[in-house]
């Protein structure tokens, strides 16, 4: 049985909609403050103190609503979310980099009246955004690997799919099991 506070632990509204990963000691101290219902335990993975074992949660609602539309929709966009969105890949030659290896290239550049928004930004390798340099796709005949649709999908949603990757227990509340069944048919 694993006994660390590593780990993250999907923070869930009263409403049961997702709201992002805490940490397990996070959470640990919101079940303590009976801040939280436990809606799911983390299998295997127990906290023991001199008196006590504690079993570690998966899944923690929040036993009052909060309203998070306005703090969701002023987010800020962060490099990570947009490598994990992206896959690591850079979007022109379509090669898997680490993150030190890639950088965020604007689809319509700054000096075109490009805006530093998550639709318009991309994962790009450093010689790929070289060669573009201050020109759109088009004018740098480049072309996106991606559509430009797939990149207005929520940030916070695609790490929470990131995450809910290794975490069954997590798929229900994210509803990711359709898309997970759908791809096994198209396999």
Known sequence: MKTTLNGR???????????GTIGTARAMCL????????????AGRVLHSVNATFRVPSVVRLRAYVN?????????????????RDKFTCQYCGVRKGADELTLDHITPRAQAGYSTPENLVA????????????????????LLTSQHKLRVGLDRVMLCHYAENRPEWRKYLFVEETVSERSKTA
Do not use: H
């Open 9 to 19: 632990v999907l923070l869930l509204n009263f409403s049961y909609e997702a709201l």
């Open 31 to 42: 079940v303590f403050r009976e801040a939280v219902f436990v809606e799911e335990y983390d």
């Open 68 to 84: 998070v539309r306005r703090r969701r929709n002023a987010s800020g966009m962060k490099r990570l979310r947009i490598y994990v």
């Open 124 to 143: 790009a390798c450093v010689a790929c955004n070289n060669r573009k340099g201050n020109r759109t796709p088009e004018q740098a005949r480049m072309p």
